[in-house]
Structures are given as C-alpha cells and as structure tokens.
C-alpha cells in the first residue's frame, strides 16, 4: 500500500513540475494578460458549478410539501 501511495505522490509532484514549467514558459512569451482572463472565466464557470450541484434539496424537489 505504501508503494501505491508513494507512486501516486511522485506523479502528482511530476505533474505538478511539468505544470509549472510550461506555464512559466508561456507566461514569458505570451505575457500575463491572457492567463489573468483565462482564470476570471474559470472562476465563474467554477462558481456555476458549484451553485449547479451544491443545491438546496427543498427546492429542487417536484413534490409539494405538506
């Protein structure tokens, strides 16, 4: 088991390396205008979703109280 966890925490820190670089290497040729555009719409896509799922069940139900 320690083996797995170890091989998950690897790749993830790979992954996570590979990120940085090639952002770090976009944001010098491309600048930083278009990633702070890129986030802001992620944002409210993020805050879409969580209002979509994160829902009162009271509201979402067909049934009429009683």
Do not use: H, K, Q
């Amino acid at each position: 088991m320690a083996t797995v966890a170890g091989m998950a925490g690897t790749c993830g820190n790979a992954g996570v390396l590979l990120f940085s670089l090639l952002m770090g290497t976009l944001v010098t040729t491309v600048g930083y205008t278009p990633f702070f555009i890129g986030l802001a719409a992620l944002d409210l896509v993020g805050a879409v979703i969580l209002w979509t799922v994160v829902r009162d069940p009271a509201m979402t139900s067909s049934a009429a109280p009683l």
